[in-house]
T-cell receptor, first 112, second 113 residues
């Protein structure tokens, strides 16, 4: 299995631009998670899906952030408009209950 | 979820056993202890988990005290590649079937040659 796949691995954009991060979970996993990691706040859960349905988005910082999962093999996290404080590493993880979560390599986002 | 306390950093010599402690004195009866690690610039990696009994897999052993208020992750023969931040997480499984992991600051383990 290829594991969780994330793209792009690195993204540099300017403030105000739209950013879309992509994730392909492990085949057969029915849970998908989006995390954000910064030096100040560590690893934070933003949102998670079960069977493509958002279950808990309480970690999403504000309305500029949105996440979708149109099918079992694809999810996006969108930031519009982006701000410098959104600079972080964004991780996607997937699991098949009750197995542990498996994380992707992350997307390093820099907003100038 | 119960709160965990871990040392900020630890050192271990290559080839020796690395013992990483974790305190979780407020753990509930149905809460599992999970260990993940994060090697620099990579995503967190699952290591092991347990409820009451000690557990062992190809990566590590998990020793949970009888009162379940603390646990120790043991890497039996540490290598330089084990240098990472190790996270101890306590959570209840099967909250809507998902693991809602809450990561603390973890222990930065450095393996020295």
């Amino acid at each position: 299995d290829a594991g969780v796949i994330q793209s792009p691995r690195h993204e540099v954009t300017e403030m105000g631009q739209e950013v879309t991060l992509r994730c392909k979970p492990i085949s057969g996993h029915d849970y998908l998670f989006w995390y954000r990691q910064t030096m100040m706040r560590g690893l934070e859960l933003l949102i998670y899906f079960n069977n493509n349905v958002p279950i808990d988005d309480s970690g999403m910082p504000e309305d500029r952030f949105s996440a979708k999962m149109p099918n079992a093999s694809f999810s996006t996290l969108k930031i519009q408009p982006s701000e410098p404080r959104d600079s972080a590493v964004y991780f996607c993880a997937s699991s098949h209950s009750p197995t542990p979560q498996y994380f992707g390599p992350g997307t390093r986002l820099t907003v100038l | 979820d119960a709160k965990t306390t871990q040392p900020t950093s630890m050192d271990c010599a290559e080839g020796r056993a690395a013992n990483l402690p974790c305190n979780h004195s407020t753990i509930s009866g149905n809460e599992y202890v999970y260990w993940y690690r994060q090697i620099h610039s990579q995503g967190p990696q699952y290591i092991i988990h347990g409820l009451k009994n000690n557990e062992t897999n190809e990566m590590a052993s998990l020793i949970i005290t009888e009162d379940r208020k603390s646990s120790t992750l043991i890497l039996p023969h540490a290598t330089l590649r084990d240098t990472a931040v190790y996270y101890c997480i306590v959570r209840a499984d099967l909250i809507q079937g998902a693991q809602k992991l809450v990561f603390g600051q973890g222990t930065r383990l450095t393996i020295n040659p």
